[in-house]
């Protein structure tokens, strides 16, 4: 879509079947639909705005909603867990963890900060976040947004948001990146701490390198899962009772 774009496509969406291997539970699942969608001349907090409109429209009579609710990620850590999450230590970041009790999978794989900042998202910040409203987590880390825009007058964040309904994550946007170097770079810098992960790495995206080298507009865009807000609509408490085929029942 963002070779569409730097080809001058204007304002795009499409809705399509996505696929995720070894995600299975009441909110995920392997194979899900999802609508995405790109707005030249629009900067993520415009772009939120739209999100918030359409979100709106889609469960209207089908599940009340309070006033939209805004917050960075800074804010949300600081409100929620009381630290700041752009400056926090590993020590930090392992303490709140063990003092919510959130238990690792495996205890000896040495876990980044990111890593811990997302398992405190995932296990404690989304299920104290406010309910029955729509709420919007902007400017995250810039290390956690590798194909957004970093902002202007703070390289430590990007221009990233996520939309959550009843600590249930419905979106992920960005204000894109548009410097093939930079974002090639990016690329790079990601394989390398795959690798040392022991992870396999990602071939390198080089026709999206290629458009953003020709010219990309001013653009935002979000992805959102067409799945979750059905269940939502449907007062559901699985994507199992809103998919016809989900693993496990298939």
Not at 2 to 9: I, V
Not at 142 to 153: M, P, T, Y
């Amino acid at each position: 879509m963002k070779r569409l774009l730097a080809s001058g496509a204007g304002a795009i969406y499409q809705i399509c079947k996505v696929f995720r291997q070894g995600e299975a539970g009441r909110n995920h699942n392997p194979e899900f639909t999802m609508i995405e969608w790109y707005q030249p001349d629009m900067d993520y907090q415009q772009l939120m705005r739209q999100v918030d409109t359409l979100v709106r429209r889609l469960l209207k009579d089908k599940l009340a909603l309070n006033e939209t609710v805004f917050f960075s990620y800074r804010e949300v850590f600081e409100n929620i867990v009381g630290i700041n999450p752009l400056q926090a230590t590993e020590a930090e970041l392992k303490a709140v963890v063990e003092a919510n009790n959130i238990q690792l999978y495996n205890s000896d794989v040495m876990l980044s900060n990111d890593a811990l900042l997302d398992l405190i998202i995932t296990h404690v910040i989304q299920a104290r976040l406010p309910k029955n409203a729509l709420v919007f987590i902007y400017d995250y880390p810039a290390s956690q947004a590798a194909l957004a825009n970093i902002k202007k007058n703070d390289v430590d964040i990007a221009e990233r948001f996520e939309l959550y309904i009843n600590g249930i994550e419905l979106a992920n946007g960005y204000q894109e990146l548009r410097n093939a170097n930079e974002q090639q770079q990016r690329f790079e810098k990601e394989n390398s701490l795959r690798e040392l992960a022991g992870l396999q790495t990602v071939p390198l995206d080089t026709n999206l390198i290629a458009a953003l080298e020709s010219g990309l507009p001013m653009v935002s865009g979000v992805a959102m899962g067409l799945d979750r807000v059905l269940m939502l609509a449907a007062g559901a408490d699985s994507l199992h009772d809103v998919i016809a085929f989900t693993i496990g029942n298939a």
